[in-house]
């Protein structure tokens, strides 16, 4: 048993290095413009970043650094005023109503900040919503919702409404719910944003895990310094602009210096 | 959908965008029923102002159901009683109209009915931006959104709508025994009664819908970013 993980890692890996060169996430020129009253702000100033499949990227910034907007645009969520956003080497504006809903369903799995685990519905009734939507039948939907609810550790509080979760477990559903039809890409905006320093870790960990033994691209954006240790590459944004781009290697050189920077 | 049809959609999944998603009427059935009960309180109250209005509406026919069946029993005795009661027949006349007084009365009350509903149901979306949001995001599409608002407002209204035309017709009938006796019950056909309590059923589902109509278009059209920037 304790080998098992390490043989999917090691799958993992090899998928990896495989398709190192695809890239999942295209982004060119992206701008976007906010109209506040008579005043037009420029929250993204003309972005252009790569990711390649199968990496967890934390997307770094300060609040108000547009690094939400971006976030958005990535998850086909927002249009962006110009510039275009590739995903899986399709332009995200080219697509209708049907395709994008099918791309929010099947390619890309959302986690957020305020959990947004829909309240009525049981964490089972969560997860299995989207695997609904994707047309699977109701049994092969529930047996695949509880292997993902103990996935996450939660097999035994699968009849629970959030209000009877606690903020982790809620997360933990909503991670579950977020690889519900396998997704290409989980896009993480501030996951540990709401939780305290223990949960927070347990939720990144989860999420290395599962971008590792699942070769999921996983795209947070965070200020949590404890993303940093587990991405393999960090996106910088500064005022609307890509600041820079760090790869694993270099950030563990320069670790010391980013805890002085802020 | 059988599991070859499954395997198919994943074969080709990979790669390119398609376009199904699907949201099975059962399943909506299912979602919709349990929205109304997690929020019973409130879509009772929701449904409080219809069921008052379809009974008023149900109460004023089945009265006039009871006096057209008190005249076409053809006994002067109950004509004189209808007349000293208010009724303003004529001596020629077989059959007692609404008066339009009273159809006033009954129109403005079903309007006011209509907007409660729309105030109410708008309400009742500016409380769920957040999980119409989390849907979009899932992947629902408007008319997703759109059946599952209209499917829960359908189920309140025909509740509402049965017990109010029930209620109204009891209490007219009870009327009718306090003012008229025994003699007007068993003059009244049942047919006609049945019709109005018919009819009043089906108003009252009709404006439930016509009522959340807007409330669900503006759900439906909701982008999903300005669903998750709403603070609650």
Not at chain 1, 174 to 184: K, S, W
Not at chain 1, 200 to 211: D, P, Q
Not at chain 2, 121 to 139: D, N
Request: hydrophobic share 45%; with cysteine; glycine share 8%.
């Amino acid at each position: 048993m304790p080998f098992a993980p390490c043989l999917m890692k090691c799958e993992a890996l090899k998928v990896l290095s495989m398709e190192e060169k695809a890239n999942i996430v295209r982004v060119t020129g992206v701008t976007k413009t906010f109209k506040l009253g008579k005043i037009n702000v420029e929250a993204l100033k003309g972005i252009d970043l790569v990711i390649s499949k199968g990496n967890y990227i934390s997307i770094m910034g300060p609040s108000g650094s547009g690094k939400s907007t971006l976030f958005n645009m990535i998850g086909g969520l927002d249009k962006p005023t110009s510039g275009k956003v590739y995903i899986d080497e399709v332009d995200i504006a080219q697509l209708d109503a049907y395709e994008l809903a099918w791309l929010r369903c099947r390619k890309i799995g959302y986690i957020f900040q305020t959990f947004n685990i829909i309240q009525v519905m049981t964490a089972l009734e969560n997860v299995t919503l989207p695997m609904v939507f994707a047309g699977m039948n109701n049994d092969a939907a529930v047996d695949k919702g509880m292997q993902l609810l103990e996935l996450v550790g939660l097999g035994d509080r699968y009849s629970h409404k959030p209000f009877e979760l606690s903020g982790g477990q809620q997360q933990r559903v909503a991670i579950a719910r977020a690889l519900a039809n396998d997704p290409a890409i989980i896009l993480a905006d501030e996951p540990t944003g709401n939780l305290d320093l223990t949960t927070g870790e347990e939720c990144i960990a989860l999420l290395k895990r599962l971008s590792q033994e699942r070769g999921v691209t996983v795209i947070s954006a965070t200020h949590d310094f404890k993303m940093l240790n587990v991405s393999d590459q960090v996106v910088w944004i500064r005022d609307g602009r890509v600041d820079k781009i760090e790869d694993r290697e270099e950030l563990s050189i320069s670790i010391g210096q980013i805890g002085s920077r802020e | 959908m059988n599991e070859k049809a499954i395997l198919d959609d994943i074969s080709n999944g990979s790669g390119h965008i398609q376009r199904q998603v699907r949201l099975p009427f059962l399943k909506s059935l299912e979602i919709s029923v349990k929205s109304i009960r997690v929020r019973f309180f409130r879509s009772l109250i929701t449904t409080m102002s219809l069921v008052l209005a379809v009974s008023f509406l149900s109460f004023v026919n089945v009265g006039n159901d009871v006096a057209n069946g008190m005249l076409a029993a053809g006994d002067p005795d109950l004509r004189a009683t209808l007349i000293r009661s208010g009724y303003d027949i004529g001596p020629a006349e077989t059959s007692v109209g609404s008066s339009a007084k009273q159809r006033w009365i009954v129109i403005l009350s079903l309007l006011v009915c209509v907007v409660g509903i729309v105030n109410a149901q708008l309400m009742a979306v500016t409380e769920r931006f957040r999980e119409i949001g989390t849907m979009k995001c899932l992947g629902a599409l408007d008319r997703f959104v759109l059946r599952l608002f209209i499917l829960e407002a359908g189920i309140q209204g025909l509740a509402g709508a049965c017990a109010g035309a029930l209620i109204g017709a009891v209490f007219s009938l009870i009327n009718a025994w306090l003012r008229f006796g025994t003699a007007a019950l068993s003059a009244v056909s049942l047919m006609s009664i049945l019709e109005s309590v018919a009819i009043a059923t089906g108003v009252g589902v009709f404006l439930s819908l016509l009522g959340v109509l807007y409330p669900a278009l503006v759900a439906a059209r909701m982008q999903p970013v300005e669903a998750m920037r709403i603070e609650q």
